[in-house]
C-alpha cells in the first residue's frame, strides 16, 4: 500500500505512463503498490496529472495484440477518473521537452511526459524508471519511495 505520509506535502501528483500499466495489467510487484496510489487519488486525496503522451505509450500493446477490451479499459481510465486531469502536449509542454532532451539526453516520450507534469504545476512527479531521477525540474519519486 503507499504511504499517505511521503506524499502528504504534495498536493498534485503527476503521474508516469507505467503507474497506469501497472494497475491494469496487475503486474506482480508493482501493481498493488500503483493501484493503493490510484485509490488515493480517486478519494481526493491529491489531484493527479498525466500526459497525453501516456496515452500514446498505454494503447500500443493492446493495439498490438488485438485486445480491445484493455484498450477501452484505458480509454475509460483516463476519460472518467476522479480527479485526475489529462495534459495535452501544446508549444508551452514541447518547448519544456526539447529543454529536458537537450539538458538529460532522454527520449522524446520521457521528455514530454516530465514536462506534462512541469507545465501543469505538479509538486512531485511518481514514476519507476530510475533514469527520471536525475531531472532536477520536478521532484520525482519511484514507487518504493512511497
Not at 501493481?31 to 488515493?40: D, P, V, Y
Not at 487519488?41 to 498525466?50: D, K, P, Y
Amino acid at each position: 500500500m503507499v504511504n499517505a505520509s511521503s506524499l502528504s506535502s504534495f498536493k498534485k501528483i503527476a503521474l508516469d505512463t507505467n503507474i497506469f500499466i501497472y494497475v491494469i495489467e496487475q503486474h506482480p510487484e508493482f501493481g498493488e503498490k500503483a493501484k493503493g496510489l490510484l485509490e488515493q487519488i480517486e478519494e481526493g486525496a491529491f489531484s493527479a496529472v498525466a500526459s497525453t503522451i501516456s496515452l500514446t505509450e498505454i494503447f500500443v500493446k493492446p493495439i498490438r495484440d488485438g485486445n480491445l477490451a484493455l484498450e477501452k479499459q484505458y480509454k475509460l481510465l483516463f476519460a472518467h477518473f476522479p480527479n485526475l486531469s489529462v495534459v495535452s502536449v501544446d508549444h508551452a509542454v514541447a518547448e519544456r521537452a526539447a529543454y529536458l532532451r537537450g539538458k538529460y539526453g532522454m527520449k522524446t516520450p520521457d521528455a514530454l511526459v516530465i514536462a506534462s507534469a512541469i507545465i501543469a504545476q505538479a509538486d512531485v512527479f511518481v514514476t519507476n524508471d530510475l533514469r527520471l531521477e536525475q531531472v532536477e525540474e520536478i521532484p520525482c519519486k519511484s514507487l518504493n519511495q512511497i
